[in-house]
């Protein structure tokens, strides 16, 4: 088999995804998500300008070659718009070789090691009531595991709330949006968030919060400690990653599970993290972590470690990732759970899919692939339109992390 063409599809049903289609000269083709939000076009360059021309002409059933080709093989390694680029030719491959042997992706990987994959959906509300009212209708729709966030008295936007309950966009403006963060309000308020939800729901569900990188670790100490009563399934992005250090006086003060990972993009972003048993869920997925191939290798190594697998799966990541994802997940031993942000119907519609949910878990499907295609009509409809992600600022104009 070879291949014969790479074609990277723009489309916008609601938000920007980035798909790339490798076929090949025995009429199999397989895709790809390489949607990096905010940056899509940095990586449409990377992979019209530099990759496809590589790839006329390969066997598109040497997977781990062609990965190495591209990692190895472009010397500038690593960082989100490589790693989401070797990621969109990994999932298309893994696409074309599971089709060629006639099976649903996780067969090849070495079959089902669970019956589905649970998922957590995202309860929000602008204040307490509204996300206790949230965390009921997950419930209601069969949820085992919930993340929940509240605006914070003061602040008049924060991370994580949003208009449209079911499916939260950040990336909805033509230039970046303001956002006003007090890290002393939220670390007041986000314990009466888990208290009130105990008290109403008690303790039969898993429950998640995320605190989008904007504590120092002394305050993530604190907030995990504060959180330990109501025994959250995981804190997550606690802290900004970029110094593994922190995490140590972190786990120093809190045994409330950690979780980290969704901006890393390779298993040296993960090592010291994993080795250090300083985190219990790695969150890379594969879009943004260099493919299949490349997440294999991180769950593995985390696999040793005790550390378990809590992909990426917010609205930003295509369904086309989500299928991948949920091959994996159903195959990887050391499982943790994934995120599940539901898609529009209109993202929906654009990418045709085999994976469905019930009782709060997903299954893949089992159709040969991923299970995941695009409809390349439908999808022209949508044309890109610039879309950025909210920026943050202290509330003296002081610069700080999303
Ligand atoms: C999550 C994430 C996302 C990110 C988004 C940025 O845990 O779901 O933090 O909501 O903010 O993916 O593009
Ligand atoms: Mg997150």
């Not at 798909?19 to 940095?42: P, Q």
Request: aromatic letters at 10%; hydrophobic letters at 35%; proline letters at 5%.
């Amino acid at each position: 088999m070879k291949i014969t063409k790479a074609q990277v599809i723009v489309t916008c049903p609601g938000r920007n995804f980035v798909t790339l289609k490798i076929h090949t000269n025995e009429g199999l083709y397989g895709i790809g998500d390489a949607t990096l939000n905010g940056r899509e076009k940095a990586v449409v360059s990377y992979l019209e300008d530099y990759v496809a021309p590589c790839l006329i002409g390969k066997d598109p059933e040497r997977i781990e070659d062609i990965w190495q080709y591209l990692y190895r093989g472009c010397y500038w390694r690593r960082g989100p718009v490589t790693m989401s680029a070797i990621a969109a030719v990994d999932t298309a491959l893994w696409d074309i070789k599971a089709k060629a042997a006639d099976m649903p992706l996780y067969q090849l990987l070495g079959g089902a090691s669970r019956d589905s994959v649970m998922v957590y959906g995202h309860a929000n509300g602008t204040n307490i009531e509204e996300t206790i009212e949230e965390v009921g209708k997950y419930t209601d729709l069969g949820y085992k595991a919930i993340r929940a966030q509240t605006g914070i008295p003061g602040i008049p936007s924060t991370y994580g709330v949003s208009k449209d309950k079911m499916f939260y966009e950040p990336a909805d403006a033509e230039f970046p949006s303001e956002n006003v963060w007090s890290t002393e309000k939220y670390l007041d308020h986000t314990p009466k968030l888990f208290e009130k939800i105990r008290g109403t729901y008690g303790f039969d569900h898993h429950l998640l919060h995320d605190v989008h990188h904007r504590l120092t670790p002394i305050e993530a100490g604190r907030l995990g400690k504060s959180l330990e009563p109501y025994r959250l399934f995981w804190m997550e992005d606690c802290v900004a990653a970029d110094n593994v250090e922190s995490l140590k006086l972190v786990r120093q003060h809190t045994v409330t599970p950690l979780a980290i990972g969704e901006i890393f993009n390779s298993v040296w972003d993960c090592k010291d993290m994993i080795t250090n048993q300083l985190i219990d869920y790695i969150r890379t997925t594969v879009v943004h972590a260099g493919g299949i191939t490349h997440l294999k290798q991180i769950a593995s190594l985390a696999s040793l470690y005790h550390v378990r697998t809590g992909c990426h799966g917010a609205t930003d990541l295509s369904p086309v990732c989500m299928g991948a994802s949920l091959n994996f997940n159903l195959w990887v031993p050391n499982f943790g759970i994934q995120e599940y942000m539901r898609h529009t119907p209109e993202t929906d519609e654009v990418f045709p899919h085999a994976y469905s949910f019930n009782k709060g878990a997903l299954h893949p499907g089992n159709t040969p692939g991923h299970g995941v295609d695009i409809d390349e009509k439908l999808a022209a409809k949508y044309p890109y339109k610039r879309a950025y992600l909210p920026v943050n600022r202290l509330e003296d104009g002081t610069m700080c992390n999303w």
